[in-house]
């Protein structure tokens, strides 16, 4: 995946501009914590859990992966529509390399099956918010919440998951999760992933491994209890109490430096998210000083998906 940062705001502001709420919690350094707990819960959809055991990408290069893929989701939420397009269209043509059978249950599977899109999808926005009110400046107003998911929902249609599908409240992804849990479940390779993501182990890189770790109790912290026995990784009552003041201090000396802490020690761990981050603090006011929506970023920007849904209604 490249990735010129100097173009990163060059043509508009991207879905949600200025003072949205996608963009203080995003671009919050917050969301480093919210994208483990996304990774993570992402192996209790079973296809993922295969499609990422069968690739071993997280094993080959764990913070490669890793800074891809929160790369693509910051990117989605504060640049422009052209690379944002750009991204989508990458990492459809990656995911659509992942194919195989789930063994469990004998199915095929498939990284870019609307379902575990939308797992994907729904547990980063999640996420990331859950971390941002916990750790970072406290819970959105109710009208930038409503706005929040919204923007959720916009920034789905860059993927295969059908935007209507999308939750449009807390208590819809309340909804959303009680409705898939049945079909949620672990496996042994599911099992490896999530531990070793969350404490990862010396050999993927010192720097890594202590990021990891360090964040681990604050990602777990943040989990109902359903999910922590389910995955096997549970903590204490009082590691939990004593892990939100530790990281909210810490996010504040972040905070009160404008992340300069961040771009300075990231970038030996998740480079290109920390470039853009960087960047999105930086950039300047871009060529059409207005926002755009997905679906005319796509059609302008040459989407394989608009290119298709302009033929199949031509047809």
């Not at 080959?60 to 989605?76: E, M, N, S």
């Not at 819809?172 to 070793?196: K, Q």
């Not at 853009?276 to 060529?287: K, L, Q, S, T, V």
């Amino acid at each position: 995946m490249k990735l010129d940062i100097d173009t990163l705001r060059r043509d508009d502001y991207g879905f949600f501009g200025p003072g949205s709420p996608s963009w203080k919690v995003w671009a919050s350094p917050t969301a480093l914590i919210g994208f483990q707990r996304a990774v993570v819960l992402e192996h209790f959809d079973p296809a993922l859990a295969a499609s990422v055991a069968d690739m071993r990408g997280i094993y080959a290069d764990p913070a490669g992966r890793l800074d891809r893929t929160l790369a693509y989701f910051l990117a989605v939420a504060v640049g422009d529509g052209r690379t944002a397009v750009g991204l989508s269209e990458h990492l459809m043509s990656v995911h659509a390399q992942s194919t195989g059978i789930e063994p469990v249950t004998g199915k095929r599977y498939s990284a870019n099956n609307p379902e575990s899109q939308l797992w994907i999808h729904v547990t980063g926005w999640h996420s990331v918010l859950k971390c941002y009110e916990m750790y970072g400046p406290g819970p959105l107003s109710a009208d930038a919440e409503a706005r929040f998911w919204r923007e959720c929902v916009a920034a789905a249609e860059l993927q295969t998951c059908r935007p209507s599908d999308v939750p449009t409240s807390r208590a819809e992804v309340r909804d959303y999760f009680a409705a898939v849990r049945p079909r949620l479940c672990t496996t042994e390779r599911a099992l490896e992933a999530m531990h070793y993501l969350l404490r990862t182990p010396r050999g993927a890189g010192p720097t890594y491994m202590a990021l990891s770790r360090v964040t681990a109790p604050a990602t777990i912290a943040t989990l109902p209890g359903w999910m922590r026995q389910l995955g096997g990784f549970d903590q204490s009552a009082l590691t939990d109490r004593a892990i939100v003041p530790v990281t909210r201090a810490i996010h504040r000396t972040l905070a009160a430096r404008n992340g300069r802490l961040l771009v300075a020690g990231g970038g030996r761990v998740a480079p290109m998210t920390v470039r853009i981050f960087d960047r999105h603090n930086r950039a300047g006011e871009p060529a059409s000083p207005h926002t755009v929506t997905p679906a005319g970023a796509m059609r302008r920007h040459g989407s394989r998906r608009a290119r298709t849904a302009t033929t199949t209604a031509a047809s």
